[in-house]
C-alpha cells in the first residue's frame, strides 16, 4: 500500500481498467523523470492499435472528475483488475 496514494501504485504486467472500460497493460511503473524527478506510469492499451502511454503517476492514481462524468462507476482514473 502506499501512503501517498492510499492503493498499491500500478506494477509491471498488471492490467488496469480506465474508468471508461477500456483494459491497459502496466510496461514500467514508476518510471523517473531524469530532470524534474517527476513520477510516471507507461502503459499499453489492450485494444485498437495497442499503442503505448506515458502520463503521471498522480494523474493516473487520480480519482475520477465525477462533475465531468457522472455515469463513470469507478471511484479512480485507472483500478486494478
Known amino acids: 500500500m502506499d501512503k501517498q496514494y492510499g492503493r498499491p501504485i ?3 504486467g498488471e492490467i488496469w481498467q ?5 483494459d491497459y497493460k502496466i510496461i514500467a511503473c514508476p518510471v523517473i523523470h ?5 513520477l510516471y506510469c ?11 502511454f506515458c502520463r503521471p503517476l498522480a494523474m493516473f492514481m ?20
Request: hydrophobic share 25%; charged share 30%; proline share 5%.
Open 10 to 12: 500500478p506494477q509491471a
Open 18 to 22: 480506465h474508468f471508461k472500460h477500456n
Open 34 to 38: 531524469t530532470e524534474t524527478e517527476e
Open 42 to 52: 507507461v502503459y499499453q492499451a489492450l485494444y485498437g492499435d495497442y499503442g503505448i
Open 62 to 81: 487520480s480519482e475520477v472528475d465525477h462533475a465531468k462524468y457522472p455515469q463513470a462507476e469507478q471511484k479512480y482514473r485507472f483500478e486494478c483488475k
